[in-house]
């Protein structure tokens, strides 16, 4: 476990058990202190986030489309393709659960495609039994005795919960492995069913299209070169796009904003008690102006 932070700002990131490793791709536990409103731009990464708290409300808006905002304690986000914006006021503190969308599959056990665009109170796919770890997690006596009893309680669900397709798992694995460069059309080749079949089951079992969970990643892999200095054009041609039209219109359509605006708000957001990434590799988020 490895913990940052000030007395107003805390991160403590931790790994799972080995037997839950590649499901859950790890915990970050936080407590943040703010005097006044403070706003963070998730960036849609191909993670699974279930948030339990234990402090104020976070509000969760659609950053492309905000005519609706979600206010919980605890939140949900599904594999999303557009970015949505948390805001919080006070105190937020609680611990964040990052599960592969197969994982969150055997978690949930219920149609992906339903909810994977929305945010949701977990308690509405998990049940009443969730409002009980989240009371047990609040009274622990330090991080890693919460995290050790997430280990518990999700060993346990992952162990009886529903399994993707093999196909599934093997298209989601093609996704990841070109970042979401691979034709869709020999993806289903690849599972030996129709693009139509495939289409269908993925919505199923992980959320998106394959060609949703495919732009995404495109996405990943522009912001990831991008973070290591290239241009913009030229991250957008490593990763894929046809050009820089391209992927501007497909920035915006997914995150709200320009590829410059993003930029310069990342470089001037964040230090290093307030970590902008919920994982390596991954450029997930920005802090907006108050």
Excluded at 191 to 205: K, Y
């Amino acid at each position: 476990m490895s913990e940052t932070g000030t007395a107003s700002r805390q991160l403590f990131r931790s790994d799972p058990a080995a037997e839950l490793r590649g499901a859950v791709l790890g915990y970050r536990g936080f407590r943040f202190a703010a005097r006044g409103p403070r706003r963070r731009l998730v960036v849609p990464d191909g993670v699974v986030k279930v948030m339990l708290g234990f402090g104020g409300p976070l509000d969760m808006v659609d950053a492309v489309e905000p005519r609706t905002v979600t206010t919980a304690t605890s939140l949900v986000n599904g594999l999303r393709t557009t970015a949505a914006i948390g805001v919080h006021r006070g105190l937020l503190h609680g611990v964040t659960v990052l599960l592969s969308p197969p994982a969150a599959y055997r978690l949930f056990g219920v149609p992906m495609a339903e909810w994977a665009h929305i945010t949701l109170d977990p308690g509405d796919l998990l049940g009443h039994g969730l409002g009980q770890l989240t009371e047990r997690l609040a009274e622990c006596p330090d991080w890693p005795a919460r995290f050790a009893l997430l280990d518990h309680a999700l060993a346990a669900r992952l162990r009886s919960g529903p399994r993707c397709h093999p196909e599934v798992a093997w298209a989601w694995g093609e996704l990841r492995r070109t970042d979401g460069r691979i034709r869709i059309d020999d993806l289903a080749a690849g599972t030996g069913w129709s693009r139509r079949h495939l289409e269908r089951r993925f919505r199923e079992q992980l959320g998106p299209t394959p060609k949703g969970a495919a732009q995404v990643l495109r996405l990943q892999a522009a912001l990831r070169l991008k973070q290591s200095g290239m241009s913009w054009t030229l991250a957008a041609t490593g990763a894929g796009f046809h050009d820089q039209a391209h992927f501007s219109h497909t920035f915006g359509t997914m995150i709200g904003c320009t590829p410059g605006r993003f930029h310069d708000a990342r470089s001037s957001g964040g230090g290093p008690d307030d970590s902008l990434d919920f994982l390596p590799e991954h450029v997930t988020s920005i802090l907006l102006a108050h």
